[in-house]
């Protein structure tokens, strides 16, 4: 869905005297705008949310009228300035969950949309949003995911044994995780290995320590791989009638659950458990 933008209407915008940009500046303003859309597909922005954002941020920089069309793997994005006319394409690169540079970047472009900016600083302060650390520290991450997968297990009605079996099973598959994560694995790859390793773990453990409900630890202890945030976006998309960005993100979150399903019958089979009566 291509998304047509124009300066909103206020008293600050008729006194502003009309400047308009040269063709570098404009080019540099279409870059800057196809940097942010880009940011927030991979941080993992519905196609509605980044189309406003690239919006406020050429609106705000100094562009008449602004063109934008979004989808999860790709962007195009116009800016007009008087006669000027540039238009850019832009691939997204892969898909992830970030959920602080998205609110970073939502709040510059209403810095810029209702203050304005030049160009300089708008490069500068992206370039401050892309060089801020957004992972915690493996040491942190590692034990707070076993910790919140094992409180699952016990939530499904599982006792201390399916919680230890689930929290170590999803501990060690987020430590997997980070690594294949660093080696840039392909992301069905890298679900089927981590589901694998998580259930593998937490049915090796229900066996050894005779777990009664074993299903609700193999259960638990790939939940760290669910695509709860595909799923979300996809539902966002269709109901801003995106139809193409709400089926594409939709089968990624189909395919990424078929990879989860894949590792965990992989590690049933090679544990030889038995979760159905």
């Not at 992206?126 to 997968?149: E, F, K, N, S």
């Not at 395919?255 to 989860?260: A, F, N, P, W």
Request: aromatic share 4%.
């Amino acid at each position: 869905m291509t998304a047509a933008f124009d300066p909103p209407d206020s008293p600050a915008a008729a006194k502003a005297p009309v400047q308009r940009l040269s063709r570098e500046e404009l080019s540099d303003l279409v870059e800057i705008m196809l940097q942010v859309g880009e940011a927030m597909l991979e941080s993992g922005a519905a196609a509605l949310r980044t189309e406003q954002t690239m919006a406020q941020i050429g609106l705000g920089l100094g562009a008449d009228r602004v063109e934008v069309y979004v989808t999860p793997t790709g962007i195009i994005a116009t800016a007009v300035s008087g006669n000027e006319q540039r238009t850019r394409v832009g691939a997204a690169g892969p898909l992830g969950v970030d959920m602080a540079k998205i609110g970073d970047l939502n709040q510059l472009s209403r810095h810029i949309a209702l203050l304005g900016g030049s160009l300089p600083a708008a490069r500068r302060q992206l370039a401050a949003i892309h060089a801020r650390p957004r992972r915690q520290p493996a040491w942190v991450t590692i034990p707070a995911v076993g910790v919140a997968c094992a409180s699952f297990a016990q939530i499904l009605g599982g006792e201390w044994i399916e919680f230890a079996a689930a929290g170590v099973g999803a501990a060690t598959a987020q430590a997997v995780r980070l690594m294949l994560g660093r080696l840039r694995v392909n992301a069905f790859a890298l679900t089927v290995v981590c589901s694998f390793v998580a259930a593998l773990i937490a049915a090796i453990l229900c066996q050894l320590l005779d777990a009664p409900r074993p299903q609700h630890a193999l259960a638990a202890s790939v939940l760290l791989m669910v695509p709860g945030v595909p799923l979300i976006t996809s539902v966002l998309d269709f109901s801003s009638n995106d139809l193409v960005s709400g089926v594409a993100r939709g089968a990624l979150a189909f395919l990424l659950s078929l990879s989860i399903g894949i590792g965990v019958v992989m590690a049933l089979w090679l544990s030889g458990l038995q979760v159905l009566p």
